[in-house]
């Protein structure tokens, strides 16, 4: 179809040629190190919070060290690069080969570079540049020192039972828990850089015997694509590898809990850790996937069934009543029993609106609260946002507004809404359930069903890297339908969910399945 | 992109051929049997479904002739360019034919018991349009919905069907072996309006990934919709005796609703009606798929997302004909359930016959 270009991604394999946003020109280091030194300073802007530190010797620049006080630690740079290297000219008195500068450094993380863009993207990337007299290579050594935020509760998954570490925004201590957790030789890790100016580190992660080599090949192939200028968060990087544009759904799984990210990467999933985020990405992500969540596997699974059929009832309810309480009352008052009948009449008698204004009004006015609480200073947050809430609910019952009841479904749908165990899938059923509200406005019960089949035929058509989002109901895979309603008891679950086309089915490795989900 | 794919399992095509014979038969099928045949229609039925499993057979053994070919594409083949061509348009009239009917039939269930002060056409944009758009899913999207909406409608249908029986008067469905006449076999004739679905199949087994399961696969569906189908027969002159039902427009809602609900909803004819509607609304979307894909194999021209644009006028128009009483439509339109029984019997008879005497597939 001629709109597709721009609805889906694109499919064919050529490479876009990426634009390049650094004016830093390739070009050889100069052998003069004074040189040198001033064609870094001015390629990076010799920017405020850039130290240059020359080391020298019988009044000759023999080495200089050059770093942003900003982003490396400047005590280890003291300690670790600019104190072995004063000892060293006070003690030989000559000058300084690259292979003796290594071994006089005790910083572990360094690389060499004969290219000045390349030093300079070094530079900027948080690492301290060691230039030296007559030397056309410089070394770039990584001593991080920038501010950070500490493993903390991820605070959009909260659990009553669970490790209580989240993710933060540093990618290495993101990497770090994961590895902490899965100690295995077959875990894969591959990073690349995405974004012209931000230069955002990514790490893709998979068990290399267990995830389907074709859908890592995708992932990478997907991450490759990406032409933008920067990455801030890891929701850029979701919407641009989602199979399908023109869609309120998620087809990625972000999440900011650690365990989730592993048991995803034991099933067979790939993972996508993003720098700067807390918010990283698994693929692929079916619908059902966003109903469990890792509490179901710590708790009994009894327990765990209860909890996500709650979820599923409640996001069903959240979606669905007001399109059919609009529906019911406003035109088809017949379908319900007379008792609830008279009830509602009873309650909307005062009401000046008709039921779909005094609704919308109500989850508008739901809508800016809830919009505006999360920007309330936290302190004041519980006192403006339940009391604004209590009060203005109540005062708008009073004066007649509108009724008892279309608040209390309103308040209700809202907090149903939060059953779904993340955000982006959260987020996108509330505005699904506008869409019904609308159909159930205009058509009543018959418009609700249509406008549900329309969200269902909608779903239908979604894939997650090739991985059906209905799965496993659609197409029907009975092994892991099984865990799907229910929370398969753990000594029942040995097999992994064929939903994500494992190279191995068997959770031991005992056997190799086949890709034919 | 990890490669599209196009092709559909045993399981999906159970659950869509379900939804198309299940919903597309069960609505009007007591009416039906008891307007042809009386309190013993369900006769009828039975024996329509013996000459579907005969039609299943074929359907199975024409898909293994030409396993990658529709019959839009083989029709060529068998008959000759120019009667192929012309056969396979006969086939998709019969299409059109289907989606207009049954919308129609969703329009004035709607305008019966739900909206009564909406306008006819209005009605028949919004289930035309939301058919296009499952249709515009392509086949994977509409048999992943058919399989995501089986269960639940599944459950809610057979409960609906299993609570109606509380009113079953066994003098109702009596006398069971009475022949009258021709009365069964006519009656036979009528009732096997249910498997004209099973024609979607000519245009959808290329799609079938594991073909050695498609017999096992079309009998399953074919079985299942037939058994809770008799049952709504049986259910609905059990519990109106056949003169009864005649007296209701909509016999299937009326039965439905005798299972009661106290205190919740008012009766299970709501789940019913629901469910019904999900899973015609679905089937709609298939045979518009059948109609823009076979279109597009026609002319050799565009692909079916472009027809299911193309063919949305074309069907509105011809469901306005139906609706605003042009004698000659609905004239035409009295003859569907004859004319769809030798269609889908004998068009799939006929080719294979064909197929066999030049040696072809």
């Known amino acids: 179809m001629f709109f597709d270009k721009y609805l889906k991604s694109p499919k064919n394999n050529t490479r876009i040629e990426k634009k390049v946003s650094s004016v830093v020109k390739h070009q050889e280091m100069d052998i003069n190190i004074e040189k040198t030194v001033q064609d870094i300073l001015e390629s990076a802007g010799n920017p405020g919070d850039l130290i240059n530190h020359g080391i020298e010797n019988n009044d000759t620049l023999t080495a200089a060290v050059i770093y942003l006080e900003t982003l490396v630690d400047g005590n280890l740079v003291g300690q670790h690069v600019i104190e072995p290297i004063n000892k060293f000219v006070r003690e030989n008195n000559g000058p300084l080969s690259p292979g003796q500068l290594k071994l006089q450094l005790s910083a572990s993380k360094s690389v060499e570079i004969d290219d000045l863009h390349n030093a300079v993207e070094k530079l900027v990337s948080g690492h301290a540049l060691i230039a030296l007299n007559d030397v056309k290579r410089i070394l770039a050594v990584s001593l991080p020192g920038f501010a950070k935020r500490a493993v903390e509760e991820a605070l959009t998954e909260k659990l009553i039972k669970g490790p209580r570490e989240g993710f933060n925004e540093t990618l ?32 893709v992660i998979y068990l290399q015997d ?65 720098d700067r985020s807390a918010f990283n990405i698994i693929v692929p992500a079916t619908s059902n996937e966003f109903y469990q969540v890792s509490e179901d596997f710590y708790f009994n699974w009894i327990t765990g069934t209860g909890l996500r059929i709650i979820r599923a009832i409640g996001t069903i309810i959240a979606v669905t009543l007001p399109g059919f309480y609009l529906s019911m009352v406003s035109i088809n008052p017949e379908l319900l029993p007379p008792s609830v009948v008279q009830l509602e ?10 039921a779909v204004v005094e609704l919308a009004i109500t989850f508008f006015a739901f809508e800016v609260l809830r919009e505006a609480s999360v920007r309330f200073p936290t302190n004041i947050n519980m006192i403006l946002g339940v009391g604004g809430g209590i009060i203005m609910g109540l005062a708008a019952i009073n004066v007649g507004l509108v009724s008892g009841i279309t608040v209390a479904i309103v308040v209700f749908c809202v907090l149903a809404t939060f059953t779904t165990s993340n955000p982006a899938k959260e987020q996108s059923w509330r505005w699904i359930r506008y869409i019904l509200f609308a159909a159930g406005a205009t058509f009543g019960f018959v418009g609700v069903i249509s406008a549900g089949v329309l969200v269902l035929a909608h779903m239908a058509g979604l894939k997650s890297f090739g991985v059906s989002y209905l799965a496993p109901w659609g197409p029907p895979i009975i092994s892991d339908m099984a865990d799907a309603p229910v929370r398969i008891p753990w000594w029942l679950s040995y097999r992994r969910p064929p939903t994500y086309r494992p190279r191995q089915e068997d959770r031991l490795g005992k056997n190799e399945g086949e890709d034919e989900a | 992109m990890l490669q599209e794919k196009t092709g559909i399992g045993p399981g999906l095509l159970f659950m869509v051929l379900y939804t198309g014979l299940f919903g597309y038969g069960v609505m009007q099928s007591p009416y039906v049997a008891a307007r042809y045949m009386g309190n013993n229609g369900y006769w009828g039925f039975f024996l329509a479904f013996i000459l579907a499993v005969g039609l299943i057979v074929l359907l199975h053994v024409l898909g293994k002739k030409f396993p990658q070919k529709s019959i839009i594409q083989y029709l060529p083949d068998v008959c000759g360019i120019i009667p192929g061509k012309i056969l396979g348009s006969l086939y998709l009239l019969f299409i059109i034919f289907e989606i207009t009917w049954t919308s129609s039939l969703i329009v004035q269930q709607s305008e ?35 399989a995501f909406v089986f269960p639940v409608t599944f459950v809610l249908i057979v409960l609906s069907v299993f609570f109606s029986f509380q009113n079953f008067e066994l003098d109702n469905i009596r006398p069971i072996f009475f022949i009258d006449g021709a009365k069964i076999p006519r009656g036979t004739v009528q009732m096997f309006y249910p498997f004209f679905a099973l024609s979607t199949v000519l245009m959808i087994h290329p799609y079938l990934t594991d073909k050695q399961q498609g017999l096992k696969t079309m009998l399953g569906a074919a079985l299942l919709s037939f058994v809770i189908i008799f049952l709504v027969i049986i259910s609905a002159i059990g519990n109106y005796s056949a003169p009864g039902v005649l007296r209701y427009g909509w016999p299937v809602i009326e039965v439905t609703r005798k299972a009661n609900l106290p205190f919740l909803l008012q009766t299970f004819g709501l789940f019913f009606t629901a469910s019904w509607l999900t899973l015609t609304l679905t089937a709609t979307g298939l045979f518009y798929y059948v109609l823009a894909e076979g279109s597009a194999q026609l002319l050799s021209v565009l692909n079916y997302k472009w027809f299911t644009l193309i063919l949305f006028p074309v069907i509105y128009f011809v469901m306005m004909l139906l609706f605003s009483g042009v004698i000659e439509v609905h004239y035409a339109f009295t003859y569907y359930r004859l004319i769809g029984f030798v269609l889908t019997l004998g068009l799939p008879f006929f080719v294979w016959i064909l197929s066999v005497i030049k040696n072809t597939g």
């Open chain 1, 210 to 274: 267990v995830a389907n080599p074709a859908i890592v090949q995708e992932v990478h192939k997907r991450l490759e694509q990406i032409n933008i200028d920067g990455i801030l968060e890891s929701g850029y990087i979701a919407e641009f590898i989602s199979d399908k544009r023109l869609t309120p759904f998620p087809l990625v799984q972000e999440t900011e809990r650690t365990d989730r990210v592993i048991a995803a990467i034991l099933e067979g999933r790939v993972a996508i850790l993003v």
């Open chain 1, 345 to 354: 009449a009873a309650s909307r008698t005062q009401v000046p609106f008709p």
């Open chain 1, 172 to 203: 290495n201590d993101n990497i770090s828990m994961i590895r902490r957790s899965l100690k295995d030789p077959n875990l894969r890790l591959e990073k690349k850089t995405v974004g012209e100016r931000t230069k955002t580190e990514i790490a």
């Open chain 2, 112 to 146: 019966t018991y739900f909206l009564f002060r909406t306008p006819t056409s209005v009605l028949m944009l919004l289930y035309l349009g939301i058919s296009a758009y499952i249709a515009h899913q392509g086949i994977e999207g509409i048999t992943r919905l058919a």
